[in-house]
């Protein structure tokens, strides 16, 4: 058991688990608007300089339940500040990097630490944050999360005027250091009773999830050019790894995911609406740029302005979710949120077509917020009831089936829109044909937010339960 003490949350140890959080998610986004200066710096193609992306995102989606799992064995502060540590170090190693093969494999180091600081900070708070201020604590996160996704491009660009792209990596590294220092400073100590070892760690299972979400991950980024493995091959070798990892998780005496986890009908049916949400929420970003560019006819300054909107409106609308979910439970916002959800879909699909930019943006304004309240919502609901030696495991989890929406919403929406735009090239085909498929695409991302609706109306035919102990 963690011993910790529950009377007060000071200031500083907010501002450290929002800040970790402010990390991981700006080491994501800061790197998107450099692809085109590192194709320059390195002669290297669009195709390789994607890796600087995909590489962080495959390393966080792999290691996040480890790194939950790490923190329930080793202390959550103690691999926080690993995490720390190691981002800290990867981004100077990106900073200095002579050549894409190393900037790439720091990359990759950044996703792991980025892993830890994506799932410690919400078992931090579960920790340290008293009950009737749960909400408000996950709906910071949120806030922070949104806000680096917001400032992400837009201060990449800035630091390109600046100077070349390394300076934003030394801004990384800064920011890990500081935070760490925070985090050294402000979080305290906890007693871990009894002794844990690495022979505690499920290895087995650990491989072969990394296996399957590896090969999941390559299959909808884009795998199946950036690899020598077909993507029918690699779809197929995730399901082999999937299939292996529930065999050996049911038999092992610590497993990484106990089955009994999964199968408990609130926290399974929660890591389903999870990755339900997550790849309607990455459709606003892979498929919202065709409609604005080939059917409203915006130059690619205004398409960035119009898509900032979501995360700048999220940005300012986690902490009242979070505040929502403390005064009226994660149960009710939930189901709000998921209902404003679908409802915010179907403007996104609808709107636009009658009143062009500004249906769009209206529509943003309505889904944002949404999000938003699922978020701060389903965390709370997950992490409030879990015994301290679930916590780091179940919040990984969270973070594992939000990674896996992402993914598939990259990969399956897009998919969508071009077999019912029936032309592989937007740019080819008419203006209404684009924003019909739009329509269609959105509409359907509507019917998944519906089906998570219905999810989130039988799972709580009670009341959140309490999740089971893995041991029994």
């Known amino acids: 058991m963690i011993n910790t003490p529950r009377a007060r949350t000071p200031l500083p140890i907010l501002i450290t688990l929002a800040a970790a959080t402010l990390t991981a998610s700006l080491g994501i986004s800061v790197a998107s608007v450099l692809l085109p200066t590192l194709t320059r710096s390195f002669s290297a193609t669009v195709s390789d300089v994607q890796w600087v992306m995909l590489a962080y995102l495959m390393s966080t989606t792999v290691a996040i339940v480890s790194a939950g799992r790490l923190g329930d064995l080793f202390g959550h502060r103690r691999v926080l500040n690993l995490g720390l540590f190691v981002f800290a170090a990867a981004s100077a190693l990106s900073a200095v990097a002579p050549g894409l093969g190393l900037l790439v494999t720091g990359r990759s180091l950044q996703g792991l630490a980025g892993a830890i600081l994506i799932a410690l900070p919400m078992s931090l708070a579960r920790d340290l944050v008293p009950e009737e201020r749960m909400g408000t604590a996950m709906g910071l996160l949120g806030t922070t999360s949104a806000a680096g996704t917001a400032l992400g491009p837009s201060l990449g660009g800035m630091l390109l005027t600046w100077g070349d792209w390394r300076v934003a990596f030394w801004l990384l590294t800064g920011l890990a250091t500081v935070t760490l220092i925070l985090s050294i400073t402000s979080i305290p100590r906890v007693s871990v009773q009894g002794r844990a070892s690495f022979r505690d760690l499920d290895c087995p299972g650990t491989c072969l999830l990394v296996v399957a979400i590896a090969a999941y991950a390559l299959a909808t980024n884009g795998g199946g050019t950036a690899v020598p493995v077909p993507q029918a091959g690699l779809i197929f070798s995730a399901l082999v790894a999937i299939t292996l990892f529930v065999f050996v998780e049911a038999r092992v005496a610590t497993p990484l995911v106990p089955i009994t986890l999964l199968s408990h009908r609130t926290t399974g049916i929660a890591f389903i609406m999870n990755l339900l949400v997550g790849t309607v929420m990455m459709s606003t970003l892979v498929v919202g740029p065709f409609f604005l560019a080939f059917s409203l006819g915006l130059n690619e300054a205004r398409i960035g302005v119009v898509l900032a909107v979501g995360p700048l409106v999220g940005a300012f609308f986690g902490i009242p979710a979070g505040r929502l979910t403390d005064r009226f439970g994660a149960r009710r916002v939930m189901v709000v949120g998921l209902t404003q959800t679908m409802f915010g879909l179907l403007c996104l699909a609808y709107l636009p077509l009658y009143l062009g930019v500004g249906g769009y943006v209206i529509a943003l304004i309505l889904l944002t917020p949404a999000f938003q309240l699922f978020l701060a919502a389903i965390n709370t609901a997950v992490l409030a009831d879990a015994s301290k030696e679930q916590r780091g495991r179940l919040a990984g989890l969270l973070g594992l089936s939000r990674n896996l929406g992402l993914m598939t919403g990259a990969s399956v929406m897009p998919s969508l829109f071009v077999a019912i735009l029936g032309k592989a090239d937007a740019a080819q085909a008419r203006p209404a044909d684009v924003a019909h498929a739009f329509s269609m695409t959105?509409?359907?991302?509507?019917?998944?937010?519906?089906?998570?609706?219905?999810?989130?109306?039988?799972?709580?035919?009670?009341?959140?339960?309490?999740?089971?102990?893995p041991a029994e």
């Open 442 to 469: 959105f509409a359907t991302a509507a019917g998944l937010a519906l089906v998570a609706v219905g999810l989130a109306v039988y799972s709580h035919a009670g009341r959140f339960r309490e999740a089971p102990d």
